[in-house]
């Protein structure tokens, strides 16, 4: 199952108490552990978490650079915690334009974990499915071949996603909105949406098993139609009951 987040609401969340962005951010940083292992408990192969979009570029620079530091912080922190519960780090998205310190970082801690096998945790990073689709298009253009494992091969070596992820079956966006932001487009063509009023902050091991159960009740038909339930074979109704047979 591939389950991804749009963690939205930090800052409405610090706002509420009178605090600076920053502080909900930092307190958003903690959920994120806090939700990565009760993914892993739940079974969850793949988790993407939305951390910062190409968009996000144009906040007040103390802001994004705030930002930066606490991801930083976070590899450097929860690689060794990764490791022992075999979580494979990946970060998605352009590196371009990230500091050179990060992208060390970055490689580092995919380096690391590049073995384990129980859950595969990306976190994109600036991010943007519209450019990644193009880039991808365009790296096509030299060989086109029409298939679509090509296609998703190349999106997956623009997005630095290792390995593959398969597409989202569930996507959670916290922070009251309805949108998907320029998140995962093409792997969310059939996913679930989970829609939550909830900030980032106050998401919590609970409301990730809520959106789960919400999901398992769901009816998944792909374009198809939902098979008819089994039916008991008819039976007339003057017919009379069946006698059961002795020492039955």
Known sequence: MH???????????????????????????????????????????TLTLYAFSAD??????????????????????????CLAESIRL??????????AN????????????AGCTRMHLRI?????????????????????SGLAEDF??????????QPAAPAVDLLIRTGGERR????????????????LDCMWPEFD???FASALEDYARRQRRFGRIAAAPATRPAVHPLAEPATPHQGS
């Open 90 to 99: 990946n970060v998605i998205g352009r590196r371009d334009r990230l500091s």
């Open 180 to 195: 998907l932001s320029d998140f995962l487009l093409w792997e969310c063509a059939y996913a679930e949406l989970c829609f």
């Open 102 to 113: 990060l992208r060390r970082q970055i490689e580092e801690s995919e380096r690391l974990t």
């Open 205 to 207: 091991e609970t409301a």
């Open 152 to 161: 998703l091969r190349v999106l997956a070596a623009v997005d630095h996603s």
């Open 124 to 144: 994109a990073v600036d991010y943007s499915s519209r450019r990644s689709l193009i880039e991808a298009g365009r790296r096509l253009q030299a060989a086109p």
């Open 56 to 81: 996000n570029w144009h906040r007040p620079t103390a802001e994004v650079e705030a930002l930066f530091g606490l991801l930083r912080r976070y590899l450097m922190t929860q690689t060794e915690r």
């Open 3 to 45: 389950v991804a987040i749009i963690m939205d609401g930090n800052g409405r969340w610090a706002n509420a108490r009178n605090l600076p962005r920053t502080a909900g951010h930092r307190a958003g940083t903690r959920n994120v552990d806090a939700v990565v292992r009760a993914a892993a408990r739940h079974g969850v192969a």
